[in-house]
């Protein structure tokens, strides 16, 4: 079992930062895939960012590509989320999620989901 609490959402202007963060706890989460997704209102959660395991490789969707940085550091078993140049279309609700592989998450099979923490970019 591997439970994933999200935080450092919040309110930011357009422009702005905010770095997210997932905490981890449990037997397998170190060596596992770790990803965020994110849900707008009135649409469907999508794919933002995934990291390998080992902090080795890193993906990102197209629309975050650049302005977005996924890193974690396994020591402390926190997967974090660096937003910068944030956009009115990036509000939704991040997600926090744990898989066996980076395909797997980026599917959307993660095993292990968060409950999310909400950013609001104002324009």
């Known amino acids: 079992q591997v439970q994933l609490v999200e935080s450092g959402g919040g309110l930011v202007q357009g422009g702005g930062s905010l770095r997210l963060s997932c905490a981890a706890s449990?037997?397998?989460?170190?060596?596992?895939?770790m990803g965020w997704f994110r849900q707008a209102p009135g649409k469907e959660r999508e794919f933002v960012a995934a990291i390998t395991w080992d902090g080795g490789n890193a993906y990102y969707a197209d629309s975050v590509k650049g302005r977005f940085t996924i890193s974690r550091d396994n020591a402390k078993n926190t997967v974090y989320l660096q937003m910068n140049s944030l956009k009115p279309e990036d509000t939704a609700v991040y997600y926090c999620a744990a898989g066996s592989s980076v395909p797997t998450l980026y599917n959307g099979s993660a095993r292990y989901w968060g409950k999310g923490t909400l950013i609001t970019v104002s324009s």
């Open positions: 449990g037997r397998t989460a170190s060596t596992s895939a």
